[in-house]
């Protein structure tokens, strides 16, 4: 995604501007643009990819939820993955 908003944001490619702007002026312009367009995207990707979790409200075997609902790891498993699959069949 980054290489498409890259070549996206090169001067001359889509667009040029402003476009009787000195050399510079233009470059600027384009990696300000194109740093505001990251940040953007990439923003919402990883909103978007946060969303499809594979463990709804707990952690995978081996972390601990924290107060702000994120997952740290123990160094240890939290429990047995064998009486949990008991236990739903």
């Given at each position: ?5 890259f070549v996206?944001?090169?001067?001359g490619v ?5 476009s ?7 470059l ?9 367009a990251?940040?953007?995207?990439m923003?919402a990707?990883w ?12 952690c995978?075997n ?22 949990l699959?008991e236990?739903?069949?």
């Amino acid at each position: 995604m980054s290489v498409i908003l890259f070549v996206a944001f090169v001067p001359g490619v889509l667009f040029r501007l402003p476009s009787k702007g000195s050399r510079a002026t233009v470059l600027v312009t384009h990696a300000v643009l194109f740093a505001v367009a990251a940040s953007l995207v990439m923003g919402a990707y990883w909103s978007y990819r946060e969303n499809f979790g594979n463990y709804g409200r707990t952690c995978p075997n081996g972390f601990r939820m924290t107060e702000d609902g994120g997952c740290v790891p123990t160094g240890h498993a939290t429990y047995d993955p064998l009486k949990l699959d008991e236990k739903t069949s």
